[in-house]
């Protein structure tokens, strides 16, 4: 069976700090990946998404980049963090070619100090 | 631009007590249609999905949604709601990207809190 994971759960990061959270999927091969920030009242965001290794997709503009190394590890980064990178990480993973429902990860929870 | 409507924000039931949660969508192509769930401390994690046949739709633990395409809405509902239903619930709908191909992008309500009073 497929599982995500997503690493670290809690991070709290000084303001201009860089920023590496990371997310591998097991069990399946080719996946859509997709990164979302879920703020309270607000829903799910989507970030950035992934259909293959080295293809990323932004969705919004920020001061967030995110990276595809491999098929199955997607990685969302800052060079320096704002106060208002702060919020829930989520990770998700859907299979590739069809409008099937997407996998969700535990999330990291990013404060910005 | 696409969006999803999610009317009750915060609601608050009795055990036994009925529920359905409003869902709107504005997009006027093809769509797939989902509800999510994420319990205190959890994965947010699939409740039920309808993408053709059917506009009645059956999800795990007794949850059920209708789709009405006149109406663009697709409510989720439960005749007899536990106190292990307290969740925040979303409504997504799912739109193609068209990136090199099928793919999918999920466009999130922004959450139904349901508190269940035993």
């Known amino acids: 069976s497929q599982t995500i994971h997503q690493w670290p759960a809690t991070l709290v990061q000084p303001v201009g700090s860089p920023l590496s959270l990371e997310c591998t999927v097991e069990?399946?091969?080719?996946?859509?990946l997709y990164w979302y920030r879920q703020a309270a009242g607000r829903g799910l965001q989507l970030l950035f998404y992934?259909?293959?290794?080295?293809?990323i997709s932004s969705e919004v503009p920020q001061n967030l980049s995110a990276s595809r190394p491999q098929d199955r590890q997607f990685i969302l980064s800052s060079k320096k963090l704002l106060l208002s990178d702060s919020g829930f990480y989520l990770c998700?993973?859907?299979?590739?070619?069809?409008?099937?429902?997407?996998?969700f990860g535990p999330g990291t929870r990013l404060t910005v100090t | 631009a696409q969006s999803v409507s999610q009317h009750n924000h915060h609601v608050i039931l009795s055990e036994a007590a009925s529920l359905e949660l409003g869902c709107n969508y504005s997009?006027?192509?093809?769509?797939?249609l989902f509800w999510y769930v994420q319990y205190p401390g959890q994965h947010l994690q699939l409740l039920l999905k309808?993408?053709?046949?059917?506009?009645l739709v059956k999800g795990i633990k007794g949850f059920e949604a209708e789709f009405i395409k006149s109406k663009f809405s697709f409510n989720l509902r439960k005749p007899s709601v536990q106190w292990s239903d307290t969740a925040e619930y979303f409504c997504?709908?799912?739109?193609?990207?068209?990136?090199?191909?099928?793919?999918?992008?999920?466009?999130f309500g922004t959450g139904t809190l349901l508190a269940v009073q035993p």
């Open positions: 997009y006027g192509g093809t769509v797939n």
């Open positions: 069990g399946t091969s080719n996946p859509n």
């Open positions: 998700a993973w859907s299979p590739a070619g069809g409008w099937d429902e997407q996998y």
């Open positions: 997504a709908v799912n739109v193609g990207l068209g990136y090199g191909g099928a793919t999918n992008k999920l466009i």
């Open positions: 309808y993408f053709s046949g059917d506009p």
């Open positions: 992934s259909v293959g290794i080295g293809q």
